[in-house]
Nanobody, 124 residues
């Protein structure tokens, strides 16, 4: 199993920045990709960004391109999401996720095997 724990959420004014972290433990070496999703009240969970852990290839939703950056540490045990130029519409609970097998549909929730508990981001 893989355990994921997010941190770094909070409240920020529009135009501000936050950095989310996701600490991964367990059989992380078996995972191909990790990603960030978010879910706003009354909306479906949506993919924000993902990274292939060994190639470093990244993927972004159009709504965050140029503002958000996904990265990982050298040990590939911590995932980050740097969020700049935040907008009120970025307000959501942000979730970290991991998948064992590489798949092209990085932004689909059904792709992922493991999920964190989420961290709230509020932009006003």
């Amino acid at each position: 199993d893989v355990q994921l724990v997010e941190s770094g959420g909070g409240s920020v004014q529009a135009g501000g920045s936050l950095r989310l972290s996701c600490a991964a433990s367990g059989y992380t070496a078996n995972t191909c990709s990790m990603g960030w999703f978010r879910q706003a009240p009354g909306k479906e969970r949506e993919g924000v960004a993902a990274i292939r852990r060994y190639s470093g290839t990244t993927f972004y939703a159009d709504s965050v391109k140029g503002r958000f950056t996904i990265s990982q540490d050298n040990a590939k045990t911590t995932l980050y999401l740097q969020m700049n130029s935040l907008k009120p519409e970025d307000t959501a609970v942000y979730y970290c996720a991991a998948v064992i097998q590489c798949r092209p549909d990085w932004n689909e929730t059904r792709t992922y095997n493991y999920w964190g508990q989420g961290t709230q981001v509020t932009v006003s």
